[in-house]
């Protein structure tokens, strides 16, 4: 008898791969979904070629002094291997009297402060959008580091700055062994106990890590270094069922109650039996969204509300259809403010848009349209129907958009144009006009062949009340 073949061991999976410009991911999109997201840790190497950081460590710490951004400053001691945490804002003093290694500052939500940072959230298109949660930055001193820890959602790591050493524990996904994940009691830091790394690598500009959740890393400096983490967002069951159970009581029929037509004779009255156990499950069930319409909506309001963000405030008040009809013709724009989180989701009539937790119908394509565009010129809005204009018109009301002018190139101005301004049509001559029927902020208004030129005077502390507090999952 012929001795049996073995069966081929299954090849396994790569840990390091290169990027290439038309496998940016070292791989195919489809392919890295299918082997790595949520399964295993991958290093690609030269992810983003050529990559020039937006953001210098002085932009950074001067982000880190603003009112309303999330800061963190974490210093290690290594002689009594102590941790100390400060949070911001900051004062510019703090940062010129930090020693020379051992320190990290972390600065959260960095992309909706800054449009260059935003940009690249572009480069993770291949996951939905509503999944990223924001984009951390840190800088690092050498030898600067939180420890090792774990997180509980997914993460790509991108060495934007100089180089760090990232060590992780992959026995899960190799070895099929979880490692221990307690945490160190005597810091405030979620240190983990114990730490055995299977990996150890130093990532150049441009290099990315992608760790699944629950992976143990440590990521130590080795010179003065930024690192941007791309962080998905993972909500806990717990968070999902108590938001959800809120959208049920407030929409509850309060005729729906506990019933118990087929009662018999207890053998215990003072006992809670199982009848009454399996009533009690009926009488809750009874007030669960059946419609999935009602839960697509309550889940779509959830997820695109940041639930630590400031609240986003109309800046004036906003423009009627008609002038925005006029002023897109212009040449304006009408921007979405950078906190304001899109989604959407087919209903059972056209789509359900769903802005910072708020929810508009409208049809499929402007769905499509307005959530995927930061910003609408006049083509984008003649191509949506009423419905989407009148969807904007009431996100304008609220301040999550508003019309800018392409043309102000003036950082400082944040290229606001007040809402309140009206829009002159354009003749062929140059002509000033008078600005009495305009805003307090509106000095100067040109008409001339090529547009309408608007001078907008700012106040510096009316622009600092214009940012918004906020933060998404806070992770090391």
Not at 256 to 267: G, M, S, V, W
Not at 300 to 320: D, K, L, N, Q, W
Not at 415 to 443: G, H, N
Request: net charge negative.
């Amino acid at each position: 008898m012929a001795a049996r073949t073995p069966a081929p061991r299954p090849k396994p999976f790569a840990i390091e791969v290169h990027a290439t410009a038309a496998k940016p991911l070292g791989m195919a999109p489809a392919t890295f979904l299918r082997d790595y997201w949520q399964k295993r840790p991958l290093l690609i190497r030269n992810a983003f070629a050529d990559f020039q950081t937006p953001v210098t460590p002085e932009d950074l710490a001067g982000l880190a002094c603003e009112d309303g951004v999330l800061a963190r400053l974490i210093e290690h001691d290594r002689g009594t291997d102590s941790w100390r945490v400060r949070t911001g804002p900051f004062q510019e003093a703090v940062f010129p009297a930090l020693p020379e290694q051992d320190w990290t500052l972390l600065v959260q939500d960095v992309d909706k402060w800054d449009p260059d940072v935003r940009a690249l959230i572009a480069r993770f298109d291949f996951l939905p959008r509503w999944r990223m949660d924001d984009v951390m930055i840190s800088f690092a001193a050498a030898g600067g580091s939180v420890g090792a820890h774990v997180d509980q959602y997914d993460v790509f790591l991108l060495q934007g700055h100089g180089h760090r050493r990232w060590q992780i524990d992959a026995s899960e996904s190799t070895k099929g062994k979880r490692p221990a994940l307690d945490f160190r009691p005597d810091i405030e830091l979620k240190q983990l106990t114990k730490f055995k790394p299977t990996h150890d690598w130093v990532l150049a500009p441009g290099d990315m890590l992608y760790l699944p959740p629950n992976v143990p890393h440590n990521g130590v400096a080795e010179d003065a270094c930024l690192t941007f983490s791309f962080g998905m967002r993972a909500p806990a069951s717990a968070e999902l069922i108590s938001d959800y159970l809120d959208t049920l009581v407030v929409d509850a029929d309060e005729s729906i109650r506990y019933q118990d037509p087929d009662l018999k004779l207890p053998e215990d009255p003072n006992e809670i039996d199982v009848a009454a156990m399996n009533r009690v499950v009926a009488a809750l069930n009874a007030i669960r969204m059946n419609d999935p319409d009602k839960l697509g909506d309550w889940f779509g309001r959830f997820i695109t509300t940041y639930r630590a963000a400031g609240e986003v405030m109309p800046s004036g008040p906003a423009p009627s259809l008609d002038e925005v009809d006029q002023a897109l013709a212009h040449g304006l724009l009408l921007e979405r403010h950078p906190w304001a989180r899109l989604a959407w989701r087919r209903a059972k009539r056209g789509a359900s848009l769903y802005c910072s937790g708020l929810d508009l119908s409208v049809p499929v394509k402007d769905a499509q349209r307005i959530a995927a565009a930061e910003r609408l010129d006049e083509a984008a809005w003649r191509g949506l129907s009423a419905k989407g204009h009148q969807a904007l018109q009431e996100l304008m009301v609220l301040g999550f958009y508003q019309l800018t002018d392409p043309r102000d190139t003036d950082d400082e101005q944040d290229d606001v144009l007040d809402a309140s301004a009206e829009v002159v049509a354009a003749v062929e001559t140059v002509e000033t006009i008078e600005v009495d029927d305009f805003s307090d902020d509106v000095r100067e208004v040109n008409v001339h062949e090529d547009g309408v030129e608007v001078v907008v005077s700012f106040d510096e502390d009316d622009e600092e009340d214009e940012q918004e507090d906020g933060a998404g999952q806070r992770r090391h």
